[in-house]
């Protein structure tokens, strides 16, 4: 069955960076995009970007341009997200989900969640 | 970006009742449009798809439609595992967008 297992949660200091994993397994990795989403406290969900994993090519939101850096190892089926100079406004859920590429395929797969915190 | 208007913010029903939630976007999106369930403490699980294709697995209950701008879900015979957060979310565009969420409660 497909699964999406992400790393423990994160306590950063402003400034900092984090990088949080999404090792996927039960179907093939370079088949489908995987897609980063933000979910605030107040429970609001933001789209970060995707990456697809078979050419490395990926999609950010303008939003987090510079801030979330979306790799692949395809030997592990592990995608990641890098999150760079935090700020309390980047505490957050961060989630994994498949997708793939193309308009329209929505969501069918999500891992349970990385909560960062940013916090001196 | 496309903005995704969800309607009511939160509702409560009884056992058994029908509730329909409403998602209107600010431009034509082509029925690219899906609904999540999320539970305390859980992530969003996939009900709907390009506006009314139901997800393997979800129950018949769950039910969507729409087209354009305006698209709603219906859950009927409202039952206890029903309760929890219903977002809608565009896939037309970049970047996907999702609305602020309807919270779901048994009367």
């Known amino acids: 069955q497909v699964q999406l297992q992400q790393s423990g949660a994160e306590l950063a200091k402003p400034g900092s960076s984090v990088k949080i994993s999404c090792k996927a397994s039960?179907?093939?990795?370079?088949?489908?995009?995987m897609h980063w989403i933000k979910q605030t406290t107040g429970q609001a969900l933001e789209w970060t970007g995707y990456i697809a994993p078979g050419s490395g090519g990926t999609k950010y939101n303008e939003k987090f341009k510079g801030k979330a850096t979306l790799t692949v190892d395809k030997s592990s089926s592990t995608a990641y997200m890098q999150l760079s100079s935090l700020t309390p406004v980047d505490t957050a859920v961060y989630y994994c989900?498949?997708?793939?590429?193309?308009?329209?395929?929505?969501?069918?797969?999500w891992g349970q969640g990385v909560m960062v915190t940013v916090s001196s | 970006d496309i903005q995704m208007t969800q309607s009511p913010h939160s509702l409560s029903a009884s056992l058994g009742e029908t509730v329909s939630i409403e998602c209107l976007a600010s431009e034509g999106i082509s029925n690219y449009l899906a609904w999540y369930q999320q539970k305390p403490g859980k992530s969003p699980q996939l009900l709907i798809y390009?506006?009314?294709s139901l997800q393997d697995g979800v129950p018949s209950r769950f039910s969507g439609s729409g087209s354009g701008t305006q698209y709603s879900l219906k859950i009927s015979n409202m039952q206890p595992e029903d309760e929890g957060v219903y977002y809608c979310q565009q896939g037309y565009k970049y970047p996907f967008t999702f609305g602020s969420g309807t919270k779901l409660e048994i009367k």
């Open positions: 989900a498949r997708g793939t590429r193309y308009p329209g395929t929505p969501f069918d797969y």
């Open positions: 390009y506006a009314s």
């Open positions: 039960g179907y093939t990795f370079t088949s489908y995009a």
